[in-house]
Every structure is written in structure tokens, then in C-alpha cells.
């Protein structure tokens, strides 16, 4: 593997990003909410059940990266106008995507970290960029990315001059057609061995199937993951995108103490280490 | 998918497939030895060392599958002999891959579970005669095998009369090559929403990388997983083959108290069900 | 590259496999004919049709390897006996598929060319005995084959003692599914950079599509194969089993003087080496 | 599939994109030149030989997406200003990647063609100012884009205006590691299925291997492209990018009639229709 300046495995030990009085790389970070913000009303009632739940943060998408343009594409800056409410209404800071490299401090603006989707994680024209916003940044692993692309991918945003980077899995393109992605947990403990930037995971994605997010989360957790990013909607059903994976307010609320006594578990069973 | 009629889902519940005292689909088992019988002394001294640290069964290898004609083949009738008196020896019942439908009674003779290998998993020849064997099988998932593939490939056996299946994820083939093969841990509780079979993990060939076993080990339990198939020899870099993947007797003594007790916290967080 | 001992490219040239008066290696070789031997009236009439139409060889399954132990399996026995029927009504040689060891004999007695399918690829019994099988063996790549692991189970077969091996592209499994499998045409002139054997092209599995076999049968041919082998049936809508990717004796008799037409022309353009 | 309301397969026919006298859809293109532009000798020297070989247009890339924030990033506008140069030294029309939706402009001024690499074939932000774009825009497949996907992406420069897209194939990943990538050239008459947009093939990074360049070029014509897209450098060995797939001037000059008599015999074959 070609070598890493900035992201590589440092031997003063592990990267820590810190947004909103938690940290990435040290704390279990649970983030959570819909899929796209479609309403007001939609995103505020789902930031109350997933805060009252226990999530640590909320995301929600303004900027939509959709397959067809005639899909619904998001509700672009109205959708960050809702975001902002649902922080002031809760507290949560806010995790969402930023597309285009001309609206990063449009963003910025509303949300605590910057999310570049699968799509866009060779977008280098965005990522350098992001080196110059004042915002952490969460970078989603492309649907083939190899774990080197993924950390050089990294690199640009680091060389750009921002140190603060958290990976995030979010499932592989395989021939497998039960599950929507292939989930690559093996990753989370492969970027442990040569990188030292926080590694989260997105079981919504990963698996597209709202019934394996729960198993996916402990399995993640399990893994070493530093945290989870899990979709969300108050009616399934009905959501304008992703409707088969997102799950609803009661199913995260029964996942959220499940996976915080396991992680308690973990740390317990071994202090000071990571599994 | 097309319909299952013998490892469907049952309502029922789940299969119990019951080895040496042990139930799969009920307890978790571990199962642990080297990829290859490579001598007498190689296999007992690995055969006590994991019954010490805790592993319920014994696996080895003595018909080998390789890439090559030229490489090491395994010690076939003799390397059956080495596992039974390992079995003598221990107690712990004994799993041997059959790659032959002509070497089922042989195999039989000194096997407790017979496995059938990946690059076996759609040979029809060998499934269908192992619905006669008197013993149960492992088959191990094919390295491009969908969920519909595998639990068809399943179905062979059962449907030829063998009630008495277990399957074992060990890693897909995808682009990534950090990882011998891409671990699919959703394909766990995805076997458990359309099959009532039990299912274990390999985390050796799953990730081919000794320091991926551990975290990939807690995952698969974390997963819902009825068990592992650990590969552990004496000394991994000296092995006959698979020598970047089997890990020490000592780390494997490390690793069975952490799954464990992972599981028994995961029982006891949810008394009565898998996670 | 592991090293190959037999099958590797040779300094004197091109292996040359000859079978009924033609050789693989020198002549463009159509192998064509039904997937499966349904009866005795289809399988002599396809024989007859592609015939006249220009074939050199007839295809058809007696054994048929399928996902489910519930699909049609193949007429067995009573296929191999159709199979000779035809082979005497029309005088074309067969290729049909063995999948047991133990059946190479009786598959023998009908057959001139041995067909190991995509599935048995690593079915190293089968390899074995297959080298000591006095007729040509087609061995199918496998749909997650790499390179290296056909030419190495062609290794199998010629290390045992039959140095008649003659490779077949079928398409390997990826992410794509608009087509069945994706036809890796450039594996052709990989193989002749590093082996000496003769390799033809499947474009009705490699596609799984009828609509495409034409144009990729011209791509096979421009990109050097040693021949093609299509699959064709009177009425493929109602045949038992690849509906979707058999051609019509009439699309077929259509095929076959555009591609030798092709042939003759690369042939001509370069006379004395292949494209 | 998702139903495409600008480039499906029009009845009336298929698409023209005219540039600089030529026609994609009805003329066969051949495109050249190195992968980056690396001095103003090495860009007219090769300039100059490919367009005495036959080719029709000039490629070559100002601005490279790599792997790494430290490799070479392409010369930028110094690039394009000697593109510029090569235009007005052989009248070649100019074909050049756009990563950056603000370049657009920029780019325009010195090229003929906008082309769109493959890590960005979702970079929707990018696709849809380019349907304002007063260029054609070459849209790359990307590398683990489906069908689907692919003609989607070109729907979103479609539907924002602009007509002028082809399409341009340039392998897949899968598992295969012998070529870079796999070329897929059942794609060609696949997009011809269901779209109405010209297809051409990039043979060069499809395998990834210069001596795979000639064959692969000659089943992209016989597998009906509309033209081709090959890297050629004076000193591939030499090269900034992409040293083992660039072909030499002089292995160039001899690809180019092999393939425009093949067209031409393919055209004599079936007046009228493409293969």
C-alpha cells in the first residue's frame, strides 16, 4: 500500500475528534434520523424520539445524491433551514452532505460535521476543498473502494489542512442481491492496524434492510467500530427514499441501550483496549 | 427467491443439529485446529492445547483442496488416522472436510462432521450422496455463492435425506484485496430470517489475516452466529499452508473467554432470543 | 503467477487439441446445440438444424448441475443415448458434461469432448480422474475464477496425464445485472500471453441474454478465440431450463457465416498470427 | 429499470454527436494521446504521430484524478494551454477530463469534448452544470456502475440540457487481478438495447496492459462501438501515469488499419445495421 503521511497509524496511538462535547476515536457515538429531511414536521419529531433514544447526534440529508434526476433530490436549503431547527428544538448537533464544493459554508453553516457520500468519496475536487472548512468531516467509504483508496482519499482532505477526519463503512457492491450492500466489518479492525483516524458504521446502508440493522449495529460494535450511523423515520413506509432500511423511533430506541451495554461490556472485559 | 421446502424458516423454530453432546442452533461451539493434519505430534500438540483453552471441537484437514497440483495435497488415510487418535486423545469429536462422494464412509469412520469445502459447495455429486452419510455436514458457503445458492446447495442434502445441516460463512470474494475475502457477517441473521439452519463463521478464511480473527470473532458472536471454526496451529509461519491466517495456541486461549463471555452477555440481555 | 509446469505458454507454440478431424487451436471450432437434451425429437432436430447451419460440434446436457435439487436434473443416462442418436444421424462430434468421476466412462462412451462446468471448476476429484479420461476435457472457467486458479485446474487434469484440455470463458459473476454474468473476452489473449491451450468463448452463459450472443460471439473471434460454443434450441421459450439466452436455429444459421466471414478476414489481414 | 425519458432507445434511431466534421453514431472514432499532458514536447510529439496513424481525435488529461493527494496531479492550465497547442499544430479535436464543475468554462475554451472520469460518473453536481456546458460531454463508466446507473448519470446532463453525451466504457472491477480491470463488452450492445447514445471503448484502462490493447480494440469494433479511446505514449515506460497501459506510437499505427478494415468489413457484411 502506497504510504500514508497524515492518516497513517500513529504510534502516540489513536486520533481524536471532538464535536459537541463528545469525541470520536474515545466515546461510542451514536448518530441517527431519516434517510432525507422531507418536512419540518417529519424531521423534528424524529429528532425528539431518537434524542429522547439516546442518539448522540442527528442526520438527515438536504443535498440528496439520488440514481434518477426526475427522483426527489432533496429540499436542498430549506432542508438545512429544518436541520437548524431541529438542533436548536433538541440540542443534537447535526451530521449532513455536502455535495458541491461551492456550498460547504452554505452548509457549515447548519451542520457540526460535513458528510461526503460513497458517491463523491473520489471527488477530488470536493475533498480538497474540505480541507479548508472549519468542520470535521465524515467520509463514507465508496461502494468499491479499496481500504487504500479510502485512506487516500482521506490524505487529501488531511494535506488540504482540516485534521479532522471520521470514517465511516457503509457497505461494498458485491453480487450479493438479498442484501442492498455487503457490509464489511473486517474493515473497521483493518483500519485500526494501519491508520489512526476514528472508523464508524452505517448499518442502514450496509444492508439495506431494516431488519438486520440491529444484529449489523451489535456486530459493529463487537468489531471495535468507534460509533454508528443509523437511519431513522418516524413512518417507514412513506419515507421519499431508502424505505426498506430505515427503522422506526421504537426499534432504535430498543437498539440504542442494547448496543451501549454491549460496548460497556467490551470495555469492561478488556480496559484500556479496544476489542 | 425460490421456495425452500426443507431449510425454510419453520415456524416451529429453529433446527437443532446435535453433535457429541453439544447442540448447534442451541449452544454456541467452537471449533479449532490447524488448516492441515501435517503430522502426529503437530495435530495432538494442537488438539491439547486448544481443548485447554476451551474449544469444543477439533478441526484439521487431511484431504486438501488446493490451488495447485503441486502443492501439498494433505496426508489423506493417514492424516484421517492422526485425527482419531487426536479424538482418542481429547475427546473433543473431530469435523474433516470429504471432497470425494467415494471417501464419505472412509471420512465417516474417524469424523464426527463431515464438511464439504467452498469450491465444493455446488458439487451435486458429493451433496447428494452426503444425504445417505450417518453424519451430519458443514457446508461451508461458496466463495461466490448467493444466500439463494447456499441454502439450495443446503437443500441437496436435506432433500437426498440428511435432516442434519449446518452452514458456515467464510468470506466472500470481492475487489478488496487487504483481506483474502470479504467476511459477510449480515449473512447471519439473513440465514436466520429465511432458514431455520444453524450457522457458524469462519474468521480465518473470512479475513486470511491472523489479527483480524479476534475482532471478526466477537463480531460473528455479536452477529447471532451458533458458532466458530477458529484455524490455530503450533506455529503459524511454519504451516503447510494458510500460514498468514492461523493464529497461536495462546491467542486462541485469549480469544475463547472474550467470545464467551460476549455471548453469555448477550444471553443475558435478552433471555430467550438471538440478537 | 504461480508457475505452470504443463499448461504454460509454450516456446514452440500453441497447443493444438484435435478432435473428429478438426483442432481446437488451429481451426475456429462452433460448438453448438440445446442447453439441455429434452427429448429425442428436439435434441436430433437442433442437431440437424445447426447442422446445416455450419456447426462443427453439438452441445447438450444430459447431467445438469441446477441451483435447485427440485429443477430438472437432466435425462441421465437416457440423454447420453439421445446424444448418440444424434451424433450418428448427423455425424457431429459431442460435448457434453461430466459431473461425477464415477461417470466418466459412461459419459465417454457418447461423448468425444468431456465438459467440466463452471461449478465443478475446483472439483479437484473430478480434475484428477479426468487425466487419465481418454477424450478432450472443456473445462469451464469458474463464474469467481481468477486467472491463475483455471490455469491451474487446468493443471490438475494435465498433471494427471491427459494433455487434451481446452478452456472455456462463460462470464464471471460481478455487480452487473443486466446480463446474467459479464463475458470477460479480455481472459482470451490473457490466456495466450501465459498458457499454450486453446480457449473458445460462451457467449449464451457469458450474457445469459439471446439478444446479445451475436455480438459478442464477433467480439470473441476479433479478440482471438479458438471458437465459440452456443447455446440453441428450436423453441427457447419453451426449453427446460436458460430460456432467456438460447438462440434460434435461424438466429444461428444467420451467426455462423458472419462469424467465419470474420475469421477469414483477421485471418487475412495477418496472415499466420492470431489478432 | 428506472425508465429513461431522454436517452432511451428512440425509435427514430440512434443519436449523433457531431464534433469537428465527425459524427459518433455513425462514423468510427478513434481517440489518442497520452494519459496526462506532461510537457509541450511530449504532447505534439504525440500528437502529431497519432494523427499521421490515423486518429481522429486527441486525448489527454490537464487535470488527473489520482489515488493520492502526493502523486502527480496533471499539469492544470498549464495543460489545457498545451492541448491547445496540439489542437492548432494537427487540427485533432481536443478531448480532456473536467473534475471541477467551476472549470467548466476554462476547459471549454481549449477542448472539443468535456470528458467525465469514472470516479466521478455520480458526481451529480458536475453532471448537471455540464448540461449547460456548450460541449459533448464523454462520460465514463464508472467502475462498479451498473447499466442502470450509468445511463441515469447521463440522464442528468440530459435533462439539464445539453444533448450531446456519449457514453464510454472502461472496464469494471471484480476480483480478477491479472488485468487492471475487466473490460465489459457486453455493455455495448446492451446500451444500443435500451438507449439511443453513441458507446465508445477505452481498451487502455479496461485492462490496464498494453498488450491487451489491440485485441480488446478489435472485439470493441466487432462488438459494435461506435470508436475507441487509447492511451499512447512515445515512452509508456517513461510515463507520469499509467506506465503499463499506454501502447507506443508505433504499436498505435498498427492497431489503426487493423481496426478500420475491420469496420469496414463488418459494415460490407451488414449494410446498414451494426453487428
Redesign the interface.
Known amino acids: ?2 504510504r500514508l ?1 497524515l492518516g497513517g497509524a500513529a504510534g502516540a496511538g489513536r486520533r481524536i475528534v471532538e464535536v459537541g462535547g463528545l469525541a470520536f476515536g474515545r466515546d461510542f457515538i451514536i448518530i441517527a434520523g431519516p434517510c432525507a429531511v422531507e418536512s419540518e414536521e417529519q424531521t423534528l419529531r424524529t429528532a425528539r424520539l431518537v434524542k429522547e433514544a439516546g442518539a448522540d447526534m442527528l442526520r438527515g440529508g438536504a443535498f440528496k ?6 427522483d426527489f433530490q432533496g429540499l436542498g436549503a430549506a432542508g438545512l433551514k429544518i436541520l437548524k431547527a431541529a438542533k436548536k428544538a433538541t440540542g443534537l448537533p447535526i451530521v449532513t452532505e455536502v ?4 456550498h460547504i459554508d452554505e452548509v457549515s453553516a447548519c451542520a457540526d460535521i460535513l458528510q461526503v457520500g460513497s ?2 468519496m ?4 470536493l475533498l ?1 476543498e474540505l480541507g479548508n472548512a472549519g468542520r470535521p468531516v465524515l467520509l463514507k467509504r465508496g ?2 473502494a ?4 479510502w485512506l ?1 482519499a482521506a ?2 482532505i488531511l ?2 489542512g482540516n485534521p479532522r477526519v471520521i470514517l465511516c463503512e457503509r457497505g ?8 442492498r450492500n ?9 483500519v485500526r ?1 494501519i491508520s489512526s483516524l476514528p472508523v464508524i458504521v452505517d448499518p442502514s446502508h ?2 439495506g ?1 431494516a ?2 440493522v ?3 449495529s ?7 467500530a468507534d460509533g454508528l450511523l443509523v437511519e431513522v423515520h418516524p413512518r417507514p413506509a412513506k419515507a421519499a427514499s431508502d424505505r426498506g432500511q430505515q427503522i422506526t423511533p421504537r426499534a432504535f430506541a430498543d437498539l440504542v441501550p ?1 448496543v451501549r ?2 460496548v460497556a ?2 470495555k469492561a ?2 480496559p484500556g483496549a ?2
Chains 1, 2, 3, 4 share one sequence.
Not at 122 to 125: I, K, P
Not at 182 to 190: F, K
Open positions: 500500500m502506497k503521511k445524491p439520488r440514481l434518477s434526476p426526475y455535495m458541491d464544493a461551492r458517491r463523491n473520489q471527488n477530488y475536487t480538497k461502494m468499491n479499496t481500504l487504500e483508496e487516500h490524505e487529501y494535506s488540504a461494498i457492491r458485491t453480487f450479493e442481491t438479498y442484501t455487503t457490509l464489511d466489518l473486517s474493515i473497521v479492525p483493518a492496524e450496509g444492508t434492510k431488519s438486520l440491529r444484529p449489523m451489535l456486530a459493529a460494535a463487537a468489531a471495535g442494547a451495554n454491549l461490556h467490551l472485559a478488556r479496544r476489542p
